[in-house]
């Protein structure tokens, strides 16, 4: 009787945790339009985990996850976890993108218990996790340039080659099937070992659209998973990434920034952009990364001071996009982090938290800013500065009026749609809009929800 009972508590048990293992995978599963739904409404914090702590370390990084949480990031795309090749180093610790083993951790970081743990406290929090995948290049001393030479291209001594001007690294031969055959193989071992949620890609625009066609599909027979190409080439979407980066629009807000372009330039942007991708294409917008910060000054000297503001919520309200925001920009960080050299954060003062807390709230919680939504202009001032549009799904409305320009701007609203009772998000409180004119201050931003 006593074994039976036993027995009989093992099999419900069992039945539970697998109710409960499907119900979350199903969840997981989801999709729209060909991407994991749960990416639609989300965002993208970028962590550059050596300059993040004094310490440098996952075990440290873990301690920041409640306010990450608190002020609404959901998805943490880790810069490259992986050994760093000694040969060729530049710096004294070198890049992050010379990677000397694909299937083990840099020691720098901790161990890999260390990240397996780190990726279940974030998943316990509700967030997922990508990491960044060097696919183009390995590191100078990466463990096939001994055991398999025949995976790279070959310089003129016989070498493996140099990959573009990198010196501390060596370029894949695409070529070579097997060599492909163990890259998805180590990009396997990632999900299966730690559970992680996807992929940014370096350099994908490099690597040819025959491996991602390849690999793509075998990785996503694993797990719902969410991929992002560093790139903008239109055969990136094509051969199954969800996201590209928007480097287009970003050099046109840069020049928008600087006044060598007015807001109608970013109009051109959006056409040659629904020419060139698939309609359902996302596009990652940022106002920096690790690359725009440690080596163009982004997001401080490229929309410096209030400049940073119309541009920030450009890059969280604008169609198609899934926003990002990199370590340090809620502080903010008004410096270029060094990349070979330790150079730790200081948090200290968030001063720009509850500004994007404000943005990424709004995302999660108005279908109108999902990345697969309608977008379209509206006239409200001077187009050359002003730039006003509205997102909307269902009964879910989202307007938004950016000046980006130095000057202050007229502004009147002329829609019968958008006039009335609406919620101005910045201020937290209802707002009467109506057709007078009013003035909105240089580098101004409303949003008003409906």
Known sequence: MKKGFYILILILTFSLACCRSSKWSNLDASQINGHPAWMMQGNIYEVNVRQYTPEGTFNAFAKHLDRLKSMGVE??????INPISKLD???TLGSYYAVSDYTAINPEFGTFDDFKKLVQAIHDK???VLIDWVPNHTGADHRWITEHPEFFVKDNSGKAAVAFDWADTRQLDYKNSIMQDSM???MKFWVKRTNIDGFRCDVAWNVPASFWNKSIPQLRKMKNLFMLAEGDSTYLPKSGFDAVYPWHMFKIMEKVAKGEKTALALDSINKENEMLYPANTIQMYFT???DENSWNHADFGTFPGAVHAPFAVFSQTMKNSVPLIYSGQEEPVLRALEFFEKDPITFKNFEREKFYKTLLELRKRNEALSANTSFRKVLVGDEKAVYAYVREKGN???FIILNFSGTEQSVSLKESSLLGKAYNVFEEKEFFLNAKER???PWG???YEY
């Open 288 to 290: 920096s990364n690790h």
């Open 439 to 441: 003035k909105i201050k």
């Open 75 to 80: 998805t943490i795309w880790f810069m490259p």
């Open 126 to 128: 509700g967030m997922k």
């Open 184 to 186: 998805i193989a180590a």
């Open 396 to 398: 879910k409305k989202v």
């Open 445 to 447: 931003y409303e949003i």
């Open 89 to 91: 180093r530049k710096g």
